[in-house]
């Protein structure tokens, strides 16, 4: 009797605590918080594949609000990143930065079958990705 009491303590110890690493390991699994973009003009459902807010300075905030909420953990706090994901300031400017920019946010990135940006297609809204993209270019380095 007493030998299954403690087996049971047992049992219930390794639930425990198989469920508290669980619950650790997965708080870097954030939602994506949105983003309200009131104030800019709408883009409609065509993806662009150029920036139309360069320089505009209310997608400026917005973006600058949706990258602390949503990049910075991984790209890091005024685009400086910490060397695990890449340097936002140091992607090109004009359309050439603007195309990559937009299918990787849109598509995220799957390296050797691990995901090492998520998709924002369908969770962000182009008006949100490009007020991203216009905060990013604010911070802008030459290598």
């Given at each position: 009797?007493?030998?299954?009491?403690?087996?049971?303590?047992?049992?219930?110890?390794?639930?425990?605590?198989?469920?508290?690493?669980?619950?650790?390991?997965?708080?870097?699994?954030?939602?994506?918080?949105?983003?309200?973009?009131?104030?800019?003009?709408?883009?409609?459902?065509?993806?662009?594949?150029?920036?139309?807010?360069?320089?505009?300075?209310?997608?400026?905030?917005?973006?600058?609000?949706?990258?602390?909420?949503?990049?910075?953990?991984?790209?890091?706090?005024?685009v400086?990143?910490?060397?695990?994901?890449?340097?936002?300031?140091?992607?090109?400017?004009?359309?050439?930065?603007?195309?990559?920019?937009?299918?990787?946010?849109?598509?995220?990135?799957?390296?050797?079958?691990?995901?090492?940006?998520?998709?924002?297609?369908?969770?962000?809204?182009?008006?949100?990705?490009?007020?991203?993209?216009?905060?990013?270019e604010?911070?802008?380095?030459?290598?």
């Amino acid at each position: 009797m007493k030998a299954l009491r403690i087996l049971r303590y047992l049992a219930v110890f390794g639930l425990f605590f198989t469920i508290g690493v669980a619950n650790v390991s997965a708080h870097g699994d954030v939602q994506p918080q949105p983003i309200d973009t009131k104030g800019l003009k709408s883009l409609g459902d065509e993806w662009l594949s150029e920036n139309p807010y360069r320089g505009n300075k209310r997608a400026i905030e917005i973006g600058a609000s949706g990258y602390n909420q949503n990049c910075a953990r991984c790209h890091g706090l005024q685009v400086i990143s910490g060397g695990l994901s890449p340097d936002l300031r140091y992607l090109e400017l004009g359309k050439e930065g603007d195309e990559w920019f937009i299918e990787r946010i849109r598509k995220g990135a799957t390296i050797n079958g691990i995901t090492r940006m998520p998709a924002f297609e369908g969770l962000m809204s182009q008006e949100a990705m490009w007020a991203i993209r216009t905060y990013i270019e604010t911070q802008h380095e030459e290598d």
